[in-house]
């Protein structure tokens, strides 16, 4: 097994976080806040746009069983690319789309993909995803894992 990490945002973290658990080659998805200037962030800071922090899901993932660039491919598709600081009814920085990479071949093939994607015809407007290095990933709190199944929700 080569295991392997990554970091997408892509709105509110629940749902990605219950579309990457069903992929097939990723071994977790925790859902937590990353790329902000406050340390240990909690869910009510981070709603307040000042903390800096994304709604993230940190997977690992096993690189033998699945690609960057499927889990790339699932990222643009669960999610609205190109808007600033919204995704669907939510609103606010911490709903941004960003991609946190930590080797420099994940920064290569998360800006390939991005440019593919662009052309690919799938977005009119412009992708406006962060692709930044990995910084310090806190988890959410426990309440925001696996919410989907802990509440029933598919």
Same mark, same amino acid.
């Given at each position: 097994?080569?295991? %392997?990490?990554? @970091?997408?945002? &892509?709105?509110?973290?629940?749902?990605?976080?219950?579309?990457?658990?069903?992929?097939?080659?990723v071994?977790?998805?925790?859902?937590?806040? *990353?790329? #902000? +200037?406050?340390?240990n =962030?909690v869910y009510? *800071?981070?709603?307040? #746009?000042t903390?800096? +922090?994304i709604?993230?899901?940190?997977?690992?993932y096993? *690189?033998? %069983?699945?690609?960057?660039?499927? $889990?790339?491919?699932?990222?643009?598709?669960?999610?609205?690319?190109?808007?600033?600081?919204?995704? #669907?009814?939510?609103i606010?920085?911490? /709903?941004?789309?960003?991609?946190?990479?930590?080797?420099?071949?994940?920064?290569?093939? &998360? !800006? $390939?993909?991005?440019? !593919?994607?662009?052309k690919s015809?799938?977005?009119q407007n412009p992708i406006?995803?962060? @692709? $930044?290095? *990995?910084? +310090?990933? /806190? =988890?959410?709190?426990e309440? +925001? %894992?696996r /919410?989907f199944?802990k509440?029933g @929700?598919r």
């Amino acid at each position: 097994m080569s295991t %392997q990490e990554i @970091i997408f945002g &892509a709105g509110c973290f629940w749902s990605v976080e219950a579309t990457f658990r069903r992929v097939k080659g990723v071994i977790n998805a925790i859902c937590g806040y *990353a790329g #902000g +200037h406050t340390d240990n =962030p909690v869910y009510s *800071a981070v709603c307040t #746009g000042t903390t800096g +922090h994304i709604e993230v899901v940190k997977l690992t993932y096993d *690189a033998c %069983q699945i690609e960057l660039g499927m $889990l790339l491919d699932t990222f643009w598709h669960c999610h609205n690319p190109t808007t600033r600081d919204q995704q #669907g009814l939510d609103i606010g920085t911490q /709903y941004r789309s960003a991609i946190f990479f930590y080797t420099p071949e994940q920064k290569v093939v &998360a !800006e $390939l993909s991005r440019n !593919e994607f662009q052309k690919s015809g799938c977005c009119q407007n412009p992708i406006v995803t962060e @692709i $930044l290095p *990995a910084t +310090h990933f /806190y =988890p959410a709190e426990e309440f +925001h %894992q696996r /919410y989907f199944e802990k509440h029933g @929700i598919r």
